[in-house]
């Protein structure tokens, strides 16, 4: 608790938004790399289920189940009440539920972003008001040694370092969590291609 209390003092009043977005990150992170390992987001039994199911003539009152994680679960679910489908009409249903499938793997990535371009502004304004307030002691103390100015403006950055120390790793994490949701996506548009190719019957109208 003491080195709590010593951290605020010496960061002032915007150490507690910087305490914030640095929880914050850190959740969005830890979720998001549970939330998208590729065994749970990409399982392969999803499409040996799928492949088995249009083997054996593709019953619609009896679509297969799976995990709710699965991307491919959740496209073709949403998928197999309206097939067949002109190949036309196929690939923008296709694209439709593709961006839905990744509009959920991103979520809580935009308060990542948002912390990453926040939090080392945060610190700049932690050290802004931080500036003000040692001129403001010099001044009214009529204090002029450099010791204490440097002294006060080393306690004044402590928010920059602080804010960036948030900012650079949140920035870093973003974008290697987009681009594993890249990968992800690659990998669903490749499972998606194999069924269609494998039973073209199942999903192209007049095949």
Not at 19 to 28: D, E, K, N, R
Not at 41 to 66: I, N, S, T, Y
Not at 76 to 86: C, K, Y
Not at 154 to 161: D, G, I, K, W
Request: proline share 4%; glycine share 8%.
């Amino acid at each position: 608790m003491d080195q709590i209390w010593l951290i605020l003092e010496k960061g002032g009043v915007m150490m507690i938004p910087l305490g914030l977005c640095s929880l914050i990150a850190l959740t969005v992170i830890f979720e998001r790399l549970w939330a998208l390992n590729r065994a749970k987001v990409l399982p392969r039994g999803a499409l040996l289920v799928w492949d088995a199911w249009a083997a054996q003539g593709a019953d619609m009152k009896h679509l297969p189940e799976g995990s709710k994680q699965a991307v491919l679960q959740a496209v073709l679910s949403e998928l197999a009440d309206f097939l067949p489908l002109p190949v036309s009409r196929l690939e923008e249903r296709f694209g439709d539920l593709s961006r839905k499938a990744r509009n959920r793997l991103e979520q809580g990535l935009v308060y990542l972003d948002t912390i990453a371009g926040v939090a080392p502004l945060l610190g700049l304004l932690g050290t802004a008001l931080g500036m003000i307030r040692v001129f403001a002691q010099l001044s009214s103390t009529g204090a002029a040694k450099m010791e204490a100015l440097s002294a006060g403006i080393s306690e004044a950055l402590f928010t920059t370092v602080t804010g960036l120390c948030i900012g650079i790793p949140a920035l870093i994490a973003a974008n290697l969590i987009s681009r594993q949701i890249d990968n992800l996506m690659l990998g669903l548009e490749d499972q998606l291609n194999s069924l269609l190719d494998a039973h073209p019957l199942c999903f192209v109208e007049g095949q």
